[in-house]
T-cell receptor, first 114, second 114 residues
């Protein structure tokens, strides 16, 4: 079946550096993609989203890039801070066949070294 | 404050017991969802509801039941048929759109077996 996966389970970065978290998706019918941040013992928090008619979207210190040709999604965090340490999930809507319900990847843990 | 509230934060279940997790939202969202999260893994959909008095099974509905008697409330019952209930349970809500929509999550309930 269709699935969302992540390339790296754990990413360690130096404070102040930029972070890039990658995500591969396999459902070409997916129209909507979203990134969440989850701290230990808490619910996921929305970071940024993007629809398939765009290839880049920027927020505050975060940028999401969508490459539909290779079915790849990435989250870039500028000037990574200790408070960015968390697990990051990407999700896709799966298209009409899944009634546009979000399908989540398994997550990447971001560790920020002081 | 608008949001989605889950209770209790921690819940313990004895052998053969049914337990109910509460989820309430005041965001006026039509759709509500229950996800299960196991350690180090992503979110798996248990049940979802797009309208009052109607709900659909997700990917792992066996051993669980739900009701949607009010728009604001979507309680989840973990029945004795669920043999491995220990997990972190997340409730979410969203507006209903023609395509994928952002989910707003509660803070979660950690269920453990005594």
């Amino acid at each position: 079946g269709e699935s969302v996966g992540l390339h790296l389970p754990t990413l360690s970065v130096q404070e102040g550096d930029n972070s890039i978290i990658n995500c591969a998706y396999s459902n070409s019918a997916s129209d909507y993609f979203i990134w969440y941040k989850q701290e230990s013992g808490k619910g996921p928090q929305f970071i940024i989203d993007i629809r398939s008619n765009m290839d880049k979207r920027q927020g505050q210190r975060v940028t999401v890039l969508l490459n539909k040709t290779v079915k790849h999604l990435s989250l870039q965090i500028a000037a990574t801070q200790p408070g960015d340490s968390a697990v990051y999930f990407c999700a896709e809507d799966g298209g009409m066949d899944s009634s546009y319900k979000l399908i989540f990847g398994s997550g990447t843990r971001l560790l920020v070294r002081p | 404050d608008g949001g989605i509230t889950q209770s209790p934060k921690y819940l313990f279940r004895k052998e053969g017991q049914n337990v109910t997790l509460s989820c309430e939202q005041n965001l006026n969202h039509d759709a509500m969802y229950w996800y299960r999260q196991d350690p180090g893994q992503g979110l798996r959909l248990i049940y979802y509801s797009q309208i009052v008095n109607d709900f659909q099974k997700g990917d792992i509905a066996e051993g669980y039941s739900v009701s949607r008697e009010k728009k604001e409330s979507f309680p989840l019952t973990v029945t004795s048929a669920q043999k491995n209930p220990t997990a972190f349970y997340l409730c979410a809500s969203s507006t209903l759109g023609s395509q994928g929509e952002k989910l707003f999550f509660g803070s979660g309930t950690q269920l453990s077996v005594l």
